[in-house]
């Protein structure tokens, strides 16, 4: 290892350990801070988001790229891993004026309000200025990059290495094909989950559960921690993940499986070798791979039978009187409940990829100049209509629902719908690879499988682009029919009978 390369490693462990500060106060903000302190909060993001840009465009970070680029031959396979994911994130971050990334912030503030504000009104027209700004904005981001002549592609690959419109497209186009019969077939179905069978589930048992649920899926509550927020998300990293859910009493299978959910992107970033911490080997893989870690645990793993037949008891003892009158089979129904909604955050498994089919769609279009910002509603409901069966009543429930837009953040929501299809092709690879596996979740044991998630999806960090660490992981480049298929084996014999 030569002192440039070990130089390199402690200026990008700075710039990390600077932006692992500032999600720490984002978290706390979120969770913790109190009603009239935000504008002091503000000061002190911006001022570590100053230090933090200031440290990760250190001008010595590109000579000392520039001597390493050069001596490729005496480079190990994990130094060259770093170095190229290393200037990739340079490159990013210093080939954008300062100006630029100021207006962005600006404008992502007050889209922010804008949309928060037109969402409760249901007014599309007052956030369209703030969403056309945006789109010039990311336009202009690409062309600074080089990426002039394929904005979108820009967006989608700052989320998914490597990804593409167009392989989107392929994947997409036959996802669709084998989704819209299953999802009609379904939705027709005589068979329904039995309505309201949770009423009145105390917060602190429900608090209880998932804490002993998450801690037997393999989340180490000595280097995280879950909380109550307004929106379930996770932050931190390396030996700090910072988790939050949320609590309802009449709706605790939410609180389980977002808290699951989350548990899955904690999992993954707890894996992720801790010394390496701050360097591209110590990174995720991107959005795609981070989803399918989440959906993994939230969808294949525990709205599985092997699951509940370990959980069912459990869950009971917590909850005796309120569960007395609900049957086994009732209680795997509301778990794998299938019904339309308007809404993508509230959708069921099966309904959920067609919602991305939609933005997937609609961002193409905006992004070619197919489609005005004004048309945009108009284009959504349309879509809704086709691919849902569902026409928005209100563009609150419509065009309006997502906050991603208003931060510029086009391109992400590709990643949800990859990290199903890469959570569905591995969940068929690690059946094949470790027999007995449901026989192990049914005791209650999930070691085997976060063992195998660990050694072949976690503790590759950066070394592959999202195709590539799932071709190298599974044996085959990813394809859709895993998730048609999981989804038939799951759902069928529920629905189809
Ligand atoms: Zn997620």
């Given at each position: 290892m030569s002192d440039s390369y070990e130089r390199l490693i402690a200026k990008l462990k700075r710039a990390h350990t600077l932006g692992t500060v500032a999600g720490l106060l984002g978290w706390d903000e979120q969770v913790n801070l109190p009603a009239d302190s935000a504008d002091q909060r503000a000061e002190q993001l911006a001022l570590l988001s100053e230090l933090q840009h200031a440290a990760a465009s250190d001008a010595e970070i590109g000579e000392l790229l520039g001597k390493l680029e050069g001596g490729a031959n005496s480079r190990t396979a994990d130094e060259a891993v770093v170095v190229r994911a290393a200037r990739r994130d340079y490159d990013r971050v210093t080939k954008l004026p300062a100006e630029f990334v100021a207006e962005k912030a600006r404008l992502s503030s007050v889209a922010y309000h804008a949309w928060a504000g037109a969402k409760a009104k249901s007014d599309f027209a007052a956030y369209a200025p703030y969403l056309e700004k945006h789109l010039a904005l990311a336009k202009r981001e690409a062309a600074y990059l080089g990426w002039g002549d394929r904005p979108y592609d820009y967006a989608i690959d700052k989320h998914d290495p490597g990804m593409t419109a167009l392989k989107i497209t392929a994947l997409f186009t036959e996802l669709k094909a084998g989704l819209v019969p299953l999802v009609r077939a379904v939705a027709a179905s005589p068979i329904k989950a039995r309505p309201d069978?949770?009423?009145?589930?105390p917060v602190e048992a429900q608090r209880e559960f998932l804490r002993e649920a998450t801690e037997r899926l393999g989340f180490n509550y000595r280097r995280g921690r879950i909380d109550v927020s307004l929106h379930p998300f996770c932050e931190g990293a390396g030996a700090d993940i910072r988790m939050t859910t949320r609590f309802d009493a009449n709706n605790p299978l939410d609180s389980l499986f977002s808290s699951i959910h989350e548990t899955g992107h904690g999992l993954y970033e707890q894996g992720l070798p801790l010394g390496l911490q701050g360097t591209p080997l110590g990174q995720n893989a991107g959005m795609g791979v981070h989803e399918s870690q989440s959906r993994l645990w939230e969808n294949q793993v525990s709205r599985s039978r092997a699951f509940w037949t370990f959980f069912e008891p459990r869950f009971r003892e917590k909850f005796p009187a309120q569960l007395a009158a609900v049957s086994s089979d009732d209680l795997y129904f509301a778990v794998n409940e299938v019904a339309p909604t308007l809404i993508r955050v509230d959708s069921d498994e099966v309904h959920y990829n067609l919602h991305i089919l939609l933005r997937f769609e609609l961002e193409q279009r905006l992004f070619r100049g197919d489609l005005a910002v004004a048309d945009l509603p108009a284009a959504w409901n349309a879509l809704s209509q086709e691919l849902l069966g569902l026409t928005p009543v209100s563009d609150k429930t419509g065009v309006l629902q997502d906050v991603h837009w208003s931060s510029g953040a086009f391109g992400y929501f590709p990643s949800y719908c990859l990290g199903n299809m890469i959570a569905a092709q591995l969940w068929f690879t690690v059946f094949k690879t470790l027999p007995g596996l449901e026989a192990d979740f049914a005791r209650g044991d999930f070691s085997r499988l976060l063992s195998w998630l660990r050694k072949n999806i976690h503790e590759q960090g950066r070394r592959y682009d999202t195709l590539a660490l799932v071709e190298h992981v599974t044996g085959e480049e990813l394809m859709p029919k895993y998730l048609l298929r999981y989804l038939q084996e799951r759902y069928a014999p529920l629905y189809l009978k």
């Open positions: 069978i949770f009423k009145g589930f």
